[in-house]
């Protein structure tokens, strides 16, 4: 008889992750729910239609082993294809130093594929954006690094 694997038998290695429905927006939302970033990370290629950040997030995929390591962030960068349109509400870009913390992900579908993601930031700051279809990346681009406040955030519900 064969056992199913564990999340704890893999191995450390950065995620790399892809959503193209609402379950899989999901997983990305916890993980990098109480990333921060600040207004300078943030790009929209409209030629490309694509959307990206590069964020620091809180490795909740381990958190159960901050004891032995301590609590630990890395840099990721959270893309978002196929933007039509971008919108924000209480996001002063003009101070390339102000920093946002992402509080939640969410997606509303219309027709055909299409629909709207809205990133909900703290301080009541929020960016929408209008997609063709839902494709959003997660992927981190450097080695953990022991988070500068020691501390973990608060839990994802």
Do not use: C
Request: charged share 30%; aromatic share 8%; glycine share 6%.
């Amino acid at each position: 008889m064969t056992e199913d694997a564990r999340f704890e038998d893999g191995k450390e290695a950065p995620l790399r992750l892809k959503a193209l429905d609402a379950d899989d927006l999901t997983v990305i939302a916890a993980l990098v729910q109480d990333a921060v970033f600040p207004a300078s990370e943030m790009r929209w290629d409209r030629k490309a239609r694509r959307f990206a950040l590069l964020l620091n997030r809180y490795r909740w995929e381990d958190a159960e082993n901050s004891v032995r390591h301590g609590h630990e962030r890395v840099q990721a960068v959270l893309a978002f294809e196929d933007v039509m349109r971008v919108q924000s509400q209480g996001v002063d870009k003009s101070d390339p130093e102000m920093v946002f913390s992402l509080l939640s992900i969410s997606f509303t579908p219309g027709e055909d594929g299409a629909g709207r993601i809205e990133l909900t930031l703290a301080g009541d700051g929020a960016i929408a954006f209008e997609v063709e279809a839902l494709e959003v990346i997660l992927r981190d681009v450097t080695r953990p690094y022991v988070a500068p406040s020691g501390k973990a955030p608060a839990h994802p519900e």
